[in-house]
């Protein structure tokens, strides 16, 4: 399964972690495709719910801060 399906799977259980995970999307992580989780702040609490790979896909977490969107 590439990445994409395996995003659009998994999208809404990863947005709804409501500790912190901010966005969600595909970037690349070795030279691989992965999933890139992006949170405000990496909390020891938040990092044990947030998985290391979906579906043999890498899972990348990026710490973004607040984001707003206008």
Known sequence: MDAEEV????????????????????T?????PAI??????LTPELKAKLPKQLDGV???IDVT???DAF
């Open 7 to 26: 995003l659009s799977r998994n999208h809404d259980r990863l947005m709804s972690i409501d500790e912190g995970v901010t966005g969600v999307g595909i």
């Open 28 to 32: 690349e992580s070795q030279g691989q």
């Open 36 to 41: 890139s989780i992006m949170v405000k702040q």
């Open 58 to 60: 890498p899972v990348k």
């Open 65 to 67: 801060g607040e984001v």
